[in-house]
């Protein structure tokens, strides 16, 4: 994968352009599957996303167009093309667009889109994840909520440290394909996703 430590990952914020070409639930969720299990052909994405290869090639044409997806170099055929998400976080910002404006609406679609797409793979661990894995991901799982009172200038503060930590781990771990490994997500809540664990041989 070309995510990994020696390319530079950017942060990306996406202006409007960018939100119009990536403002489609299947788009986001094209998106979405690439970050979580990686480079995948438009065929194996229709199987596993329930839609048409036409309709996929399309729809990841269009990504590529935004710069959100491109081709993976040498792997695949002129016939069936493997595509990778470009490396680095992207932000969503609605409030840099003006109140009732194409870009705020595009914003909250995509912000949508992303939020449903993170709480049905948690949602799916809780319901899933004690039958179909192994004790010690249960183990290693953390779901944490802390109940605080900040201010505003407080709450930046907490937010610039955890997201200092949670980027340096990120960063030590990023684009690794250990034997053994499986896709985890790391919101605070860190938990194994099990949307094909049933499928697999190994836990």
């Known amino acids: 994968m070309s995510d990994s430590a020696e390319e530079p990952l950017a942060e990306r914020v996406l202006d409007a352009a960018a939100l119009r070409g990536l403002a489609h ?3 986001v969720e094209i998106y979405e599957t690439l ?18 290869s036409g309709a996929m090639s399309y729809h990841l044409r269009q990504l590529e167009k935004h710069g959100f997806v491109r081709e993976l170099e040498g792997r695949g055929t002129a016939r069936e093309r493997w595509w990778e998400r470009v490396p680095g976080s992207v932000t969503v910002a609605s409030r840099d667009f003006p109140e009732r404006s194409a870009g705020r609406a595009a914003s909250r679609l995509v912000g949508r889109e992303f939020e449903r797409a993170r709480a049905q793979r948690l ?3 809780v319901d899933q994840g004690e039958e179909a894995l192994s004790a010690d991901w249960a183990a ?11 201010t505003a200038r407080e709450m930046a503060e907490v937010s610039d440290r955890i997201g200092r930590v949670l980027n340096d781990v990120a960063a030590q771990y990023r684009g690794r394909d250990e034997p053994g490994s499986r896709p ?6 860190l938990f194994p996703i099990v949307d094909e664990v049933l499928s697999e041989d190994g836990r």
């Not at 290693?140 to 900040?150: A, D, I, M, W």
């Not at 985890?184 to 809540?189: E, K, M, S």
């Open 25 to 27: 639930p299947l788009r």
């Open 35 to 52: 970050s979580v299990h990686g480079p995948a052909t438009a065929s194996g994405l229709a199987d596993r996303l329930g839609e048409s």
């Open 123 to 125: 949602q799916a661990f």
């Open 140 to 150: 290693s799982t953390l779901l944490s909520t802390s109940n605080l009172r900040l």
């Open 184 to 189: 985890v997500q790391l919101h605070v809540n």
